[in-house]
Structures are given as structure tokens and as C-alpha cells.
């Protein structure tokens, strides 16, 4: 009875260390349904959990933390992946090729380390009922979710959502993106919206059908909207945009139905502002407080008025170019605080980028060139590519 007893409880002793040394592991992989109910007991898994590639339904009972990284990758059968109990993985959320996949329910997830989605072509909505509120890199690619639903974060280093081609809205809590955001290639109806987003590192948005950043007051990097399918945008708080050491940049590119931009508070841009390709734009007259620019003001398009009416200091050029008729001595006032090359120029057949020649029909106010500071006439390319001014200006020289 005694011996009964003690080889019974010995037996025990042995199964809690081995249930000890599987919670322990660095990595412990899975490849059935029984390996996973093994660790069930593993309230805590010490290490990686990776899940092996012949599971078609994957249920990780009794789990609520997982140290290291979860990762299920090129699972090519499974469909169904749950964790009832799993509050936060400390490491990486990695699910990579997983072709079948259509349920992902994690109903007590809340903390994340990173978020690493990529290639997951079943998978259109998330079973997140907690809600992750924490988690350091977000990268969501390639997937037919149509929500992000489960996923609402408010300080992240990387957000970076795309070639999602559903997805409709992207609605975030985020404060602070420390490192970068960046909405691209989703559904072009896609709603970007940060309504608490104060600042950014660097901020991307391309392929959106809305993109609203409300209370946005610094990018502290670069800010782009580029092939944009929506009509304004506005950031109403935004005041500055890059830094002294390197730079940032405001670039609006090839936003075919854009007509109207607004940002009132902004005052400095320590690159370079630049409209391009932006057919729709009749006015660029949403920077009324601009008054410094370390890089240079790049405008082009088909525009009929645009006026940076607080410019006190651009360090680099200026160069606007129009299709429309475009009078230059609007800008006067400006001209003299271009360091660069200032050209400005409507009616031009083919308007440019800065650096190159404004192409007019001979009908527009254009006016190019500027005396450096020892005084002396710097021929523009403008210039130079007529080699009738180039006669004229060598006699300057
Ligand atoms: C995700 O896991 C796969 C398979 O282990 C790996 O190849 C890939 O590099 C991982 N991705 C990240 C971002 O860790
Ligand atoms: C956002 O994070 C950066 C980097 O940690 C920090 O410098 C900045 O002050 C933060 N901004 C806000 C508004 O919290
Ligand atoms: C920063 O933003 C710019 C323009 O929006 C983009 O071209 C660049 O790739 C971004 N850089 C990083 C590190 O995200
Ligand atoms: C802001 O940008 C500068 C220049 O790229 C960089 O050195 C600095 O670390 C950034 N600040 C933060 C808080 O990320
Ligand atoms: C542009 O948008 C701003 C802010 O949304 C608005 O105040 C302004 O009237 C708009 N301008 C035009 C021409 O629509
Ligand atoms: C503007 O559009 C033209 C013609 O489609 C294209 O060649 C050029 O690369 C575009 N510029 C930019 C900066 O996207
Ligand atoms: C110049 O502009 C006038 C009036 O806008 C127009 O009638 C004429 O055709 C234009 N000339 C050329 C060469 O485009």
C-alpha cells in the first residue's frame, strides 16, 4: 500500500517536470492536435511555439502567455486556428503563407510584441474579442481582411498595412507611431483613419480612398499621399514636418481626384513641399502660415491660383509650373526669399518637377533666374536651353 502510494506520487513528481521542461522550452514544436494538448497545463510557455505543417484544426487550450514567439508558417491545410485563453505573446505573432486559414479566433488576446501577418489569402475577418491594445510593429500584408477589428493600438514604432485589396477601413486609436506609418496598395476605398494620432515619424498613405488625420501636429520624418482616390485632405493641427538634421518632406503625387488640401497651422517643413501629377488641383492656397522651407516649394500641375502667403525664408528653390495662365507677380513677394533657383511659370504645354525647363506656347507670365549673393545673374536651365538667352545672358557675365 505504502510502496503504491509512494511510486504513485513519484510518478507524479515526474510529470510535473516534464510538463515543467515542455512550459520551459525555447521552441516547442507542434505537429498534431494531442503535441499541443500536452502543453495545456503550460499556463506560461517559456520559449517559441511553432506550429508544424500537417494541422488542419490547431486549438491551444490553457496557453494565456507565450514568452517567446508564436509562429505558424506555410501551414498549407490549416483552417481553423484558435486560443481561447492566450492573453499576450511577448514575441512575435508570425502567421506567413498560411493558404487555407479562414477562422483566427483569439478572444483574450490584448498584448503583442509584433504583429507579422504576410500572405494569408483565406483569412477575411479576425475573432479578436479583447482587443490587442498593445503590440510594437504592426505589419499586415497581403490578406483579404475586409476589417482590422481587434486591432486598435495606441503607441506603436510601425504600423504598415498593405496590399490588403479588401480592406475598407483602417480606424486606429494610435497616439504616437514612432517609427512609421504607412497605408498602401489596400482596397482604394479604404478608410485611413487616425483620429487621435498627434505625432508620427513618417507617414505614408497611398491607394486610399479617405485618409483623416484630425488632431496630427507633428510629422517628425516625412509625410506622403501618393495615387490618393480622395478630394481633401486636411490636417488641421499639423505644424511642422521633419527635423533640422534631416529634413521631411510633404509630397502630394499623382491624387487624381484631389481638389483641395488644407493644412492652417503649418508653419515649417524642413524639406521639400511638392504637388505633382495632382490633376484635379485648381488651388494650392492651404498653406496660409508657411513661413520656413529648409528644402525647396515644387509645384506643378494645372493649377489656377497657388500662394504661399507667410514665406519669410526658402532655402532651396522654388519652381511652379502650370498648364494654366498663372500671373508670377502674385509671388513677388516671395521671390526674394527663395536661396535656389526660383522659377514660376504658367501656361506652360508640359509642366515639370524642379530642374526641369518650363515649356510654355509663348502665353504665359514666366519668370526664371535670380541674382546669387555676390550679386551676379545665375542662368537657370530655363535659361540655358535657349540658346538665344544663353547669347544674352553671356553678356551679363
Ligand atoms: C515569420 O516566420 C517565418 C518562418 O519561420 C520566417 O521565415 C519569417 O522570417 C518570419 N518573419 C518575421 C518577420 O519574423
Ligand atoms: C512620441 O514618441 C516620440 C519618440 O518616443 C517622442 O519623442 C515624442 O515626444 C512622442 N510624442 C508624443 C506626443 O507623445
Ligand atoms: C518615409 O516617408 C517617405 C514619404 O512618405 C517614404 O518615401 C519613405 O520610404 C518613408 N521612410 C520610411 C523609413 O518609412
Ligand atoms: C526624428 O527624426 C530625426 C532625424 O531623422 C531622428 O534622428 C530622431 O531620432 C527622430 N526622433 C524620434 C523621436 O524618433
Ligand atoms: C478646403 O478645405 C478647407 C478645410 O477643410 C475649407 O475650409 C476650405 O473652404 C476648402 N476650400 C475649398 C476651395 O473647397
Ligand atoms: C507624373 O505623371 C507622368 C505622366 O503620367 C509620369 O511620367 C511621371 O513619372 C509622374 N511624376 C511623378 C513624380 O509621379
Ligand atoms: C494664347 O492665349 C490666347 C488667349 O488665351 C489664345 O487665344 C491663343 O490661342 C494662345 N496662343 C497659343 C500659342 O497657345
Known amino acids: 500500500m505504502l510502496r503504491k502510494i509512494l511510486l504513485a506520487s513519484l510518478a507524479l513528481v515526474g510529470a510535473v517536470n516534464a510538463q515543467r521542461g515542455a512550459c520551459s522550452a525555447t521552441t516547442t514544436v507542434v505537429q498534431t492536435q494531442a503535441d499541443i494538448d500536452n502543453l495545456q497545463s503550460c499556463a506560461t510557455l517559456g520559449g517559441d511555439l511553432v506550429l508544424g505543417p500537417n494541422l488542419v484544426t490547431a486549438t491551444l487550450n490553457g496557453i494565456r502567455t507565450i514568452k517567446g514567439d508564436l509562429i505558424i508558417s506555410n501551414c498549407l491545410v490549416l483552417q481553423t486556428l484558435s486560443a481561447p485563453e492566450l492573453g499576450s505573446i511577448e514575441g512575435k505573432f508570425n502567421m506567413t503563407s498560411l493558404t487555407v486559414l479562414n477562422s483566427c479566433s483569439f478572444p483574450a488576446l490584448r498584448s503583442v510584441g509584433e504583429i507579422y501577418w504576410q500572405t494569408l489569402p ?24 475586409e476589417s482590422l477589428q481587434g486591432i486598435n493600438l495606441v503607441t506603436v514604432q510601425q504600423f504598415n498595412i498593405n496590399n490588403n485589396r479588401y480592406l475598407k477601413e483602417v480606424k486606429v486609436q494610435l497616439t504616437n507611431v514612432t517609427d512609421s506609418l504607412a497605408i498602401e496598395f489596400n482596397s482604394p476605398a479604404v478608410a485611413a483613419s487616425f483620429p487621435n494620432l498627434v505625432w508620427c515619424n513618417n507617414a505614408t498613405f497611398r491607394s486610399c480612398g479617405d485618409v483623416q488625420l484630425p488632431n496630427l501636429g507633428v510629422v517628425n520624418g516625412s509625410l506622403g499621399f501618393f495615387e490618393n482616390g480622395f478630394n481633401d485632405l486636411s490636417a488641421p493641427k499639423l505644424t511642422s514636418v521633419g527635423t533640422g538634421t534631416q529634413g521631411g518632406d510633404i509630397t502630394f503625387a499623382n491624387n487624381k481626384k484631389l481638389t483641395n488640401v488644407s493644412m492652417p497651422q503649418i508653419t515649417t517643413v524642413f524639406g521639400t513641399v511638392q504637388f505633382v501629377n495632382n490633376s484635379n488641383v485648381e488651388e494650392i492656397e492651404g498653406f496660409p502660415k508657411l513661413s520656413v522651407v529648409h528644402g525647396s516649394i515644387d509645384v506643378s500641375g494645372e493649377f489656377d491660383k497657388a500662394d504661399f502667403p507667410a514665406i519669410k525664408d526658402i532655402r532651396g528653390g522654388f519652381n511652379l509650373q502650370t498648364t494654366a495662365q498663372f500671373d508670377c507677380d502674385k509671388l513677388s513677394g516671395l521671390k526674394s526669399s527663395v536661396k535656389g533657383k526660383y ?39 530655363s535659361l540655358a536651353a535657349t540658346p538665344v538667352l544663353v547669347f544674352f545672358a553671356a553678356l551679363f557675365l
Open 343 to 381: 522659377v514660376c511659370s504658367g501656361a506652360v504645354t508640359n509642366p515639370g518637377t524642379e530642374g526641369t525647363t518650363p515649356n510654355t506656347n509663348g502665353n504665359g507670365s514666366s519668370s526664371s533666374g535670380k541674382k546669387n549673393s555676390a550679386g551676379r545673374f545665375t542662368v537657370g536651365n
Open 122 to 145: 483565406a483569412l477575411s475577418s479576425l475573432t479578436f474579442t479583447a482587443t490587442v491594445t498593445q503590440a510594437s510593429r504592426v505589419i499586415i500584408t497581403d490578406t483579404i481582411l
